[in-house]
């Protein structure tokens, strides 16, 4: 196993792009050579609570070092007083260098006069690989004689990005396979095209809150005086295809900044296709984003050409396939799922409401209804603000819920159930979510689960009958003003409720008996 060290200080520009957070950024480069298999041996990096663009002798810092127990922070001093351990660390470190403990350096803003001298001889001495940020410094390290193999400035780079750069171009000096570590948690990704990481469910459900927002100005824009709302509610839905776009880009590509601009870029040329086409711009985006770094990276471009070219090119690339090619398509299809959801409707809409509600039980437990049933709440939203299953959604589902809990908070067959269904009867009713809380008392009762079926149907068949355009995922209280009938949507909800609690209070009363 290959051995390094990492020497410097959190730096002047560096201390604005993840300088400031030392334990994440040091992790970042830990994980990564963990992946190529190389050991980090010695650290000495000074992070002071500034940048030392504007350093000061009341600046305080601490030495993170490396011992048996891992990466950790002394205690924090003022720079000028933990010069001596600085030393003590430096000189430790050039004894290994020059022992053939340590095959290689990663510098990062490192001071080649001062805190990092004897190290950085001892690498001039025996040749070993560095790399490492900071222009000036870099520079100066270089001058010294020492083997420099990848330098780069800091502009336009982060934590990870960095990283993955010190440990390609270490990796290909020591020979090694390295496979970057792009994920993050326990969605780790060795190497891949992304293609694993696509999850429609996952990008729509992220993007609801801008959904949410929409239904919230739409409704604002109808109180007397507020008018001019509607002008916000129109910049808002043009922005939504965008919004998904960069949600889309980041998920798949999980390079942070770099994939958030692509997914900008790619989302502003994609807002002619709506959601659909923000959709497949973000996706293109993300797995374009992801292959241009990697290959920029092992070209050894530098680390700000590598984030500028990759996130910007990766975003015209995409961008201009929707823009010229897939927007029509994108369009007509959502165009064409919306209509296809409005003639049914239009059909029967008791009818449709009514089956609506009772499949949207078996739907959400299946885990059908976030794959297929949101997205096309979200579509519907995308012209009016609200929608006629998002509707559906807070009576069947929300609303069935609170009657359940309640049933149980009131006269539970067992009171540790009260103790369960509090809680989700008060996310019911605060937040319109958290439908799963009844999952218990419907799961150990076939009359409870029938009961629920019947109150989502009769509740669907009031929101066809008042013909409403709604949204769940809000307060109950609020839900009524962001639909388009606030009236009957009110009866919609309360009827299902006070039906479901009955059916369950009645169940509980029997079986306790």
């Known amino acids: ?120 001889s001892a690498a001039a001495e025996t040749k070993i690989p560095i790399v490492g940020t900071g222009g000036t410094s870099m520079a100066a390290i270089a001058s010294m004689g020492c083997r420099v193999i990848s330098t780069s400035g800091t502009t336009g780079t982060t934590n990870r990005t960095r990283a993955v750069s010190f440990i390609t171009s270490l990796s290909k000096e020591f020979q090694l396979t390295y496979r970057p ?13 992304g293609l694993r990481n696509i999850s429609i469910r996952g990008i729509m459900m992220a993007s609801l809150p801008g959904f949410i927002a929409l239904a919230l100005v739409l409704a604002l824009s109808k ?13 808002l839905l043009g922005a939504l295809p965008v919004m998904i776009a960069v949600i889309a880009a980041k998920q798949i590509s999980e390079l942070d900044e770099v994939s958030i601009v692509a997914g900008v870029i790619a989302g502003i040329l994609s807002v002619d296709g709506g959601i659909i086409g923000g959709l497949v711009g973000g996706i293109l985006a993300g797995l374009t984003v992801r292959l241009l770094f990697r290959k920029f990276v092992e070209w050894r471009f530098p680390m700000t050409t590598v984030n500028i070219g990759a996130g910007g090119i990766s975003g015209l690339i995409a961008g201009l396939l929707v823009f010229y090619l897939i927007a029509p398509v994108a369009l007509y299809i959502g ?40 997205p096309i709440v979200l579509l519907d939203m995308e012209q009016t603000g609200n929608s006629f299953l998002g509707a559906v959604d807070m009576v069947g589902l929300v ?24 809680p989700g009867f008060a996310i019911n009713m605060g937040f319109g979510t958290f439908v799963e809380s009844a999952y218990p008392f419907m799961f150990s009762s076939k009359w409870i689960f029938g009961g629920a079926l019947l109150s989502a149907g009769i509740g669907g068949a009031l929101v066809g009958f008042f013909d409403i355009r709604g949204t769940a995922y809000v307060p109950t209280f609020t839900a009524p003003l962001l639909a388009n009938n606030p009236a009957g949507f009110i009866i919609a909800m309360l009827v299902p409720c006070v039906l479901a609690f009955i059916i369950t209070l009645t169940v509980n009363l029997i079986q306790r008996k």
């Not at 109180?223 to 910049?235: K, R």
């Not at 069935?400 to 369960?420: D, F, H, M, T, Y």
């Open 399 to 422: 609303m069935v819920a609170a009657g359940i809990n309640l049933a149980n908070i009131i006269k539970p067959r067992e009171k540790s159930e009260a103790a369960v269904a509090a």
């Open 181 to 193: 570590i792009l994920g993050s948690g326990d969605r780790e990704l060795s190497n891949g095209s």
């Open 1 to 120: 196993m290959k051995r390094i060290a990492i020497i410097g200080s959190s730096g002047g520009n560096l201390y604005n792009l993840g300088g400031k957070h030392p334990q994440q950024l040091l992790e970042e480069i830990e994980k990564q050579a963990e992946s190529a298999g190389i050991s980090i041996t010695a650290v000495q990096f000074i992070a002071a609570n500034e940048s030392m663009d504007a350093i000061k002798e009341t600046t305080e810092a601490a030495i993170w070092e490396k011992n048996e127990q891992g990466m950790h922070p002394g205690k924090s001093n003022l720079l000028i007083d933990i010069n001596e351990r600085t030393k003590e660390i430096d000189q430790a470190i050039a004894k290994q260098i020059r022992a053939g403990d340590i095959d290689g350096l990663i510098v990062m803003s490192g001071d080649p006069e001062g805190a990092n001298l004897n190290a950085l």
């Open 223 to 235: 109180i007397p005086g507020l008018g001019a709302l509607g002008d916000v509610f129109d910049v």
């Open 335 to 374: 165009d064409g799922i919306k209509w296809l959801l409005e003639t049914t409707i239009a059909f029967n809409p008791i009818v449709a409401g009514a089956i609506a509600g009772i499949l949207i039980w078996p739907a959400i437990i299946g885990g059908i209804y976030h794959a297929a049933i949101l």
